[in-house]
């Protein structure tokens, strides 16, 4: 009898052994191809030789120092060439060990430097709905689930939620692209002056929607009209990019296609490649400036912040990402990639909509297209269109609609960068089955 608390208590699950290339390899040898990466974590699949070797390398030398006493080489080589590569102004970096902790520190992070500033009246957070930013309290509370937040309710901050960009569902038949992203990014000034021009710290927000829409991107102009929002207001912008940065969306940081810079940056999954747990937290000079020339002491901290192996594991895949050009890579294979999704599903009577950027795909199922309706909860469409995927040797990963506002049932992938299109093309293959076995095309099957 297994002793681990499982994710669901519902059936068993394979024991997984060994990883090669895109592959996950099971106790009885079945193989399955990793197109979502997992949760999009697997950027450079599951056997690469550089990372392994950085891993064991610092094992030999060095596994564990509190950075309360030391720095370490792997975590001030990998700060730096984050640095480097960083949107604009983005000056420091603080390592963690996933994506909650990026989130959690970020906002505490938001509010210490307000304090500081002499602004302790900023202290509501706004966020979005139909976002997911981790599941420790914090993350949590500004993450806008209702279906991860409703049990836990009374233990969360308030913080507001405005729309998400969501032109797929959101956007009115009149209304331009430019204009309904100025409509739903105004809704963030509309809050603020809700809330009081000054009592606002922080708005946060994914530039890619991943797990709880699908790789839903915004449309161009609204993060620019975020961004002077909040500068207008004093407001720090945090940016999500946990799921969706680290070259996943063609770009190695997120934000870039949307040509803005936040104050506040988080990213994890890809950077530790599922080779170690890690996530770091950028933030811009001022920010740190403010806290460094004030009390010099961020009022915060985990036992393994800078872990030097993860460190020397991030560092590994950030130089494997940047040295074979791999950012460039997915974009090509994403063209790619989206072609044969249009191809197969753009028709398909039970597809609404495919969306997404780079190797980051969405798609979503409706019941009827032209209204654009969801299948009813009850049909728990994208778990099992997951499980029959999976039972063939794919995956992808399932979230269901409805639940969260209006939006269907989607499927995610995020398959590794280094996927060949002869892989990718076997991915889709995989996946027409599994979604014509669950949604026969000419029939209303479901
Ligand atoms: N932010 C986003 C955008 C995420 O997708 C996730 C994880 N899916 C998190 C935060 C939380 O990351 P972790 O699970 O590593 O704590």
Redesign the pocket.
């Given at each position: 009898m297994s002793h681990i608390f499982p994710r669901s208590c519902h059936g068993s699950r394979p024991v997984a052994v060994s990883g090669d290339g895109c592959f996950i390899i099971d106790q009885s040898g079945k193989c399955y191809f990793d197109g979502s990466g997992g949760?999009a974590v697997s950027c450079l699949g599951h056997s690469n030789p550089h990372v392994v070797e950085a891993i064991k390398e610092q094992l030999d030398s060095l596994a564990y120092a509190h950075t309360r006493f030391f720095t370490s080489l792997p975590a001030e080589e990998l700060a730096s060439l984050l640095i480097a590569h960083a949107p604009e102004g983005l000056e420091k970096v603080y390592l963690v060990s996933?994506?909650?902790?990026a989130?959690e520190s970020a906002i505490k992070l938001a509010r210490q430097y307000h304090v500081e500033r002499g602004e302790p009246q900023r202290r509501h957070v706004i966020a979005r709905r139909q976002s997911?930013?981790?599941?420790t309290l914090g993350?949590l509370a500004v993450g806008g689930n209702e279906w991860r937040r409703a049990q836990y309710a009374p233990l969360l901050v308030d913080v507001s939620h405005i729309a998400p960009c969501y032109e797929y569902m959101d956007r009115s038949a009149d209304e331009t692209v430019e204009d309904y992203g100025l409509r739903v990014a105004n809704e963030l000034e509309a809050e603020i002056l809700r809330l009081g021009k000054d009592a606002v710290m922080a708005f946060i927000a994914?530039p890619v929607v991943?797990?709880t829409l699908g790789a839903v991107p915004a449309v161009p102009g609204y993060f620019k009209r975020i961004r002077e929002i909040c500068n207008q207001y004093g407001v720090l912008l945090i940016l999500?990019e946990?799921?969706c940065g680290m070259g996943r969306t063609g770009y190695l940081y997120a934000c870039e296609a949307d040509e803005v810079s936040p104050d506040i940056l988080?990213i994890?999954?890809g950077l530790g490649a599922g080779f170690q747990p890690i996530?770091a937290m950028l933030c811009t000079g001022a920010v740190y400036d403010t806290i460094a020339k004030g009390s010099g002491f961020f009022q915060h901290g985990h036992t393994y912040l800078g872990h030097p192996v993860a460190a020397a594991a991030g560092r590994a895949v950030l130089k494997n990402i940047i040295d074979r050009d791999l950012v460039s890579q997915v974009r090509e294979r994403g063209r790619f990639l989206e072609r044969k999704l249009r191809e197969r599903f753009a028709a398909h009577p039970y597809v609404g909509d495919i969306r997404g950027r780079g190797l980051f795909w969405g798609i979503e199922f409706v019941q009827d297209r032209m209204g654009k309706e969801p299948f009813p909860p009850e049909v728990n469409l994208a778990n099992r269109l997951q499980k029959v995927a999976f039972e063939a040797g794919l995956l992808c990963y399932p979230m269901s609609g409805t639940r969260d506002g209006k939006n269907g049932d989607h499927m995610l992938l995020a398959p590794p960068f280094i996927a060949s299109e002869a892989e990718l093309l076997g991915m889709v293959d995989m996946l027409e089955k599994a979604i014509n076995s669950v949604l026969a095309p000419q029939t209303s099957k479901v």
């Open positions: 949760a996933g994506g909650s902790e989130v997911y930013h981790g599941n993350a994914e991943g797990a999500d946990v799921m988080c994890a999954k996530g």
